[in-house]
């Protein structure tokens, strides 16, 4: 059974620029959820997904969006980018949203410069 | 506002003993709390978790404690192996932030576990 695939694996950008992450959940789950991972502050929550739905959305600027397709594959999409916006970004998916644990991706590595 | 802390940036353990890492959170609105072990360039995998209506589950060498009066977990893990050396995260769900939804965690910033042979 696939795991949580997300595309790319490391990505260099220039500040400024805009970039767009994908990643596809297991087959069958419908729930997704991005998180930010940077040395400083943790694993931070940017949005979840169910149905096509953003069902909740975390304390990041308007620069950071996202969306979910009807395949359940979601992408985000981090647009004027900033030096602080090199992290590791982690997409997560679940059957339903959370209750069971959800199952991560390996991750996005963005660096700005 | 870190709702979700842990105290210890690292832990160092023999193999064979005890493993116990801590959490403590202060919003009482969470009611479901997981933990993740997450290895280098890997994503987080997840362990175990409990809700607030127990105080204690165990899944094989992992145990977690709940005490909801101190707001307080911790993660056990007996014995501790090698394998184990990774990053433990724990984390928090509010079923009701944001509507009814457990699909927002709040983690900690991790605790790194060392299981020396």
């Known amino acids: 059974k696939a795991g949580v695939t997300q595309t790319p694996r490391y990505l260099i950008k220039t500040r400024g620029q805009q970039v767009t992450l994908s990643c596809s959940p297991i087959?069958?789950?419908?729930?997704v959820s991005w998180y930010q991972q940077t040395p400083g502050q943790g694993l931070q929550f940017l949005f979840e997904?169910?149905?096509?739905?953003?069902?909740n959305k975390g304390n990041f600027p308007g620069r950071f969006s996202g969306r979910q397709f009807s395949n359940s594959r979601s992408e985000m999409n981090v647009s004027t980018l900033e030096l602080g916006d090199s992290a590791l970004y982690l997409c997560a998916s679940s059957l339903v949203p959370g209750l069971y644990g959800y199952t991560f991706g390996s991750g996005t590595r963005l660096t700005v410069v | 506002d870190q709702q979700v802390k842990q105290n210890s940036p690292s832990l160092s353990v023999q193999e064979g003993r005890i493993s116990i890492l801590n959490c403590d959170y202060t919003?009482?609105?969470?009611?479901?709390f997981l933990w993740y072990k997450k290895y280098p360039a890997e994503g987080p995998t997840f362990l175990i978790s409990?809700?607030?209506?127990?105080d204690k589950n165990e899944d094989g060498r992992f145990t977690v404690f709940l005490n909801k009066s101190a707001k307080h977990l911790s993660l056990h893990i007996v014995p501790s192996q090698p394998g184990d050396s990774a990053v433990y995260f724990c984390a928090a769900a509010d079923p009701n932030a944001g509507g009814t939804s457990y699909g927002k965690l709040t983690f900690g910033q991790g605790t790194i576990l060392t299981v020396h042979p």
């Open positions: 997904y169910f149905s096509e739905t953003q069902r």
């Open positions: 409990i809700s607030s209506i127990k």
């Open positions: 087959s069958g789950h419908r729930s």
């Open positions: 919003n009482s609105m969470f009611d479901y």
